[in-house]
């Protein structure tokens, strides 16, 4: 799987960290502009944990859309002194252990619980952890858990306020019946045939109709057959959109398209706009609504189930607890965990499983370079150890040359990650450019431009 540090977990302790406030300028390419989210800077609150064996260094990020990134490195701060001290075999012995003990400062907890910022946070720290584990074991990290039998994975999750709904006991029993044909999947992901990929690229709300089709017809010719594109903002243009969507891909040729509003909408606003859009065949409409309002969302995929569209939610879903309820009400068509906002791989795995149980697929959110990086790990371990079901990965392509283990597609599939880690690094240009506010980047006349721009909101 690629070069790695010849020691043992027991023989590696975390001694410091470093936070790092990365932003990259989207705002220059509407890379990332939707209905809610205008101007922003895709951005990377990033964590280095060194350890006392000198350049073996867990990386992990979590991410922000520019102005906020500050206190979520704050939050990184705070949350990565639970981990100094402690060696990898303590971390790593009893995960599901370790992450209660991430959240479990009972005065940080007043400003979650296990949401927010701090959970940003602890998602970066465990991200780190995580990282530094795959290096010290010469495994990416979708392998590390792909090879633990089904009591090891279920030991990695916190199966508190979640038991009425999925338990240890019945987890193990799901994962059991997944080991078959686990090895015929394996070679899928070996062949990089495991996690088909569908793209967002021409479908940023910034851009003007020929950029739209322009990218619309370079993503077809590579291999693309599903699309997503932003919707919300003005009923009359999103058709106009739309419909030059469907002129390029028609109805008959095998090609389905997504939409997304971007918690643009209320209930009853979001069943009358999309009435108006069903007639373009979307597969289904995300985030229609605030991403905590479960029942609003049941009521809305149930008025758009006779139209034959569905409802995709879970990019801004705060932890295991709200993807429960979710599943319970039966708000959402598609679970579409987060790699960031939820608490690492422990919390995504915990939420694989009652998906499975609910029979819902998991369908993690991108969106951004970075977050590919870290869910084309997720979705392998979906399909290889969790679900054995086959789904679908967005892809969305924005500054790429900034990153030392970017994500890859060939034939319209990612290709699996192989490099030992959680596919984290920058490469030192990047670095220097756009670490915030110091960067050569934001000191220059375009950067000090985009940092004065107005925050959005009138009176």
């Given at each position: 799987?690629?070069?790695?540090?010849?020691?043992?977990?027991?023989?590696?302790?975390?001694?410091?960290?470093?936070?790092?406030?990365?932003?990259?300028p989207?705002?220059?390419?509407?890379?990332?502009?939707?209905?809610?989210?205008?101007?922003?800077?895709?951005?990377?609150?990033?964590?280095?944990?060194?350890?006392?064996?000198?350049?073996?260094?867990?990386?992990?990020?979590a991410?922000?859309?520019?102005?906020?990134?500050?206190?979520?490195?704050?939050?990184?701060?705070?949350?990565?002194?639970?981990?100094?001290?402690?060696?990898?075999?303590?971390?790593?012995?009893?995960?599901?252990?370790?992450?209660?003990?991430?959240?479990?400062d009972?005065?940080?907890?007043?400003?979650?619980?296990?949401?927010?910022?701090?959970?940003?946070?602890?998602?970066?720290?465990?991200?780190?952890?995580?990282?530094?584990?795959?290096?010290?074991?010469?495994?990416?990290?979708?392998?590390?858990?792909?090879?633990?039998?089904?009591?090891?994975?279920?030991?990695?999750?916190?199966?508190?306020?979640?038991?009425?709904?999925?338990?240890?006991?019945?987890s193990?029993?799901?994962?059991?019946?997944?080991?078959?044909?686990?090895?015929?999947?394996?070679?899928?992901?070996?062949?990089?045939?495991?996690?088909?990929?569908?793209?967002?690229?021409?479908?940023?709300?910034?851009?003007?109709g020929?950029?739209m089709?322009?990218?619309?017809?370079?993503?077809?010719?590579?291999?693309?057959?599903?699309?997503?594109?932003?919707?919300?903002?003005?009923?009359?243009?999103?058709?106009?959109?739309?419909?030059?969507?469907r002129?390029?891909?028609?109805?008959?040729?095998?090609?389905?398209?997504?939409?997304?509003?971007?918690?643009?909408?209320?209930?009853?606003?979001?069943?009358?706009?999309?009435?108006?859009?069903?007639?373009?065949?979307p597969?289904?409409?995300?985030?229609?609504?605030?991403?905590?309002?479960?029942?609003?969302?049941?009521?809305?995929?149930?008025?758009?189930k006779?139209?034959?569209?569905?409802?995709?939610?879970?990019?801004?879903?705060?932890n295991?607890?709200?993807?429960?309820?979710?599943?319970?009400?039966?708000?959402?068509?598609?679970?579409?965990?987060?790699?960031?906002?939820?608490?690492?791989v422990?919390?995504?795995?915990?939420?694989?499983?009652?998906?499975?149980?609910?029979?819902?697929?998991?369908?993690?959110?991108?969106?951004?370079?970075?977050?590919?990086?870290?869910?084309?790990?997720?979705?392998?371990?979906?399909?290889?150890?969790?679900?054995?079901?086959?789904?679908?990965?967005?892809?969305?392509?924005?500054?790429?040359?900034?990153?030392?283990h970017?994500?890859?597609?060939?034939?319209?599939?990612?290709?699996?990650?192989?490099?030992?880690?959680?596919?984290?690094?920058?490469?030192?240009?990047?670095?220097?450019?756009?670490?915030?506010?110091s960067?050569?980047?934001?000191?220059?006349?375009?950067?000090?431009?985009?940092?004065?721009?107005?925050?959005?909101?009138?009176?």
């Amino acid at each position: 799987m690629g070069a790695y540090f010849p020691v043992h977990v027991q023989d590696v302790t975390i001694t410091s960290f470093q936070v790092i406030d990365l932003r990259f300028p989207t705002s220059l390419d509407g890379v990332g502009s939707d209905a809610m989210h205008v101007g922003t800077n895709g951005s990377h609150p990033y964590i280095q944990l060194k350890t006392n064996r000198g350049t073996l260094i867990g990386e992990g990020i979590a991410f922000s859309n520019g102005r906020g990134s500050e206190l979520i490195c704050m939050a990184l701060d705070i949350f990565a002194r639970r981990v100094v001290g402690k060696t990898m075999h303590e971390l790593t012995r009893d995960m599901g252990k370790t992450w209660r003990y991430m959240v479990s400062d009972s005065q940080y907890r007043w400003i979650g619980p296990e949401k927010s910022v701090t959970h940003l946070a602890v998602a970066g720290v465990l991200n780190a952890v995580w990282d530094l584990w795959g290096k010290i074991l010469g495994k990416p990290v979708w392998k590390i858990v792909c090879d633990m039998d089904p009591e090891e994975v279920v030991r990695c999750i916190d199966f508190r306020y979640i038991t009425d709904v999925i338990t240890p006991e019945k987890s193990i029993e799901m994962l059991k019946k997944t080991q078959k044909d686990k090895e015929a999947r394996l070679q899928e992901a070996l062949e990089n045939r495991a996690v088909p990929a569908y793209t967002t690229s021409p479908g940023w709300l910034a851009f003007s109709g020929d950029r739209m089709r322009e990218v619309l017809q370079e993503t077809i010719a590579a291999g693309y057959t599903t699309f997503k594109f932003k919707v919300g903002t003005n009923v009359e243009a999103d058709r106009e959109r739309l419909a030059a969507v469907r002129e390029v891909l028609g109805y008959d040729q095998g090609h389905q398209i997504m939409i997304d509003a971007n918690q643009v909408w209320s209930v009853p606003q979001a069943i009358e706009y999309m009435k108006q859009l069903v007639e373009f065949k979307p597969v289904f409409i995300e985030e229609p609504t605030n991403p905590d309002d479960v029942l609003g969302h049941a009521t809305i995929r149930k008025a758009l189930k006779p139209y034959g569209v569905g409802v995709a939610t879970g990019e801004a879903a705060q932890n295991r607890v709200t993807f429960k309820q979710l599943l319970q009400a039966e708000a959402t068509d598609v679970c579409q965990i987060d790699a960031v906002r939820l608490g690492s791989v422990n919390e995504c795995l915990a939420v694989m499983l009652m998906a499975l149980k609910f029979n819902v697929p998991c369908v993690p959110h991108n969106g951004a370079m970075g977050l590919t990086e870290l869910t084309s790990h997720l979705s392998t371990i979906d399909y290889i150890a969790i679900s054995g079901r086959k789904s679908m990965l967005e892809n969305a392509d924005s500054h790429r040359e900034n990153l030392r283990h970017p994500s890859k597609i060939e034939n319209a599939h990612y290709v699996t990650p192989l490099d030992p880690g959680y596919s984290t690094g920058y490469t030192e240009t990047a670095l220097e450019k756009y670490t915030y506010p110091s960067g050569s980047f934001w000191e220059s006349d375009i950067g000090l431009e985009i940092i004065a721009q107005p925050t959005g909101g009138e009176l």
